[in-house]
Structure formats: C-alpha cells, structure tokens
C-alpha cells in the first residue's frame, strides 16, 4: 500500500512540476509598436507556439517558412497560434516587418532585441520553440530546425488537444 502511495505522489508531482511552468514576466513590444507583458500571452484557451527567430538566421526563416505553408490548416484543425519573437538586436530591428511581409508570415510578431524573453525561456540558440498548452503552461521546448521538424511540432499540439 505504501509503494502505491508513493507511485501516486509522485505522479502527482510530476505533473505537477510540469504544469507549473509558466511564462516569465518581460515587456516587450509587437512588430506594430505596441506593449506587450509577455506573461499574459495566451490563444484563449487553445494552444500556442513561441518560435523564437532573427532575420538572419536560415533554419529559423526555413521553420517560419515551413509552417506559414501549412498554417491556416493548422489552425483550422486545432486552433493553434504561432507567436514569433525576433531576437534581432535594435540596430537591425528595421529588417524584421521587411522579412514578415515579404514571407506573407501571418503570425503575431514580437521583438526581443536584447534576448531577455529568450534567455528568461531558457533558450540559448535559435531558432527556439516552446509549446504552452491552453492554460499557459509550458509544455516542451526544442531548439535548431530540420526539414520537416514543424509536423512533430502539430503532434504536440494534436496530444495536448486530445488531453
């Protein structure tokens, strides 16, 4: 009875632990200027993917570029939002709307020039994905991008969907 009590427990804290993972508290601006508290970044209830980026970073561009083809199915199908935050330090934040709109990325886009919402992530190298669930608990974080990475990224959403 004992060794089963303990089981629960820590299943319990397991669970726990992971749903405690909440975003970290950084002021940042969007691409149109605007404030944004980064702990209050939420898809209403749904699903969300931060994928952090900079203009000149190829396997970042690539990853964007390979989820802007298929995202307005993704977001048909499970409702996810894509939220990129551009590390681009200020002297060549003028390039990030340029590379946006050239791109057609239909994703809201923050700026992060000094890194501060990256490193209070955890990341260190981009490009960088974190996944938060509807309740704004993180879930899994990836760094780097191979052809083809953004489908393990719709699987997750897909799980946590079907939780």
């Known amino acids: 009875m004992k060794k089963q009590v303990l089981a629960f427990v820590i299943c319990l804290l397991a669970a726990f632990g992971v749903a405690q993972a909440q975003l970290p508290a950084v002021t940042l601006k969007a691409i149109d200027g ?3 508290q980064t702990e209050t970044l939420n898809n209403d209830g749904k699903p969300f993917i931060i994928d952090f ?18 995202y307005d199915e993704w977001q048909e199908e499970t409702g996810v939002k894509i939220i990129a935050v551009s590390i681009d330090q200020a002297q060549n934040m003028g390039k990030v709307k ?4 050239e791109n057609e990325w239909e994703y809201e886009v923050l700026l992060d020039p000094n890194s501060e919402f990256l490193k209070a992530m955890g990341g260190q190298m981009i490009p960088y994905v974190v996944v938060v669930d509807g309740n704004g608990n993180i879930v899994s974080k990836h760094s780097g991008y191979t052809d083809g990475g953004e489908n393990e990224l719709l699987e997750e959403v897909r799980k946590l969907l079907a939780e």
């Open 98 to 101: 340029p590379l946006v709109d």
């Open 53 to 70: 980026f900079a203009t000149w970073c190829k396997p970042c561009n690539r990853e964007l570029s390979a989820i802007a083809e298929v």
């Open 34 to 36: 605007s404030v944004v």
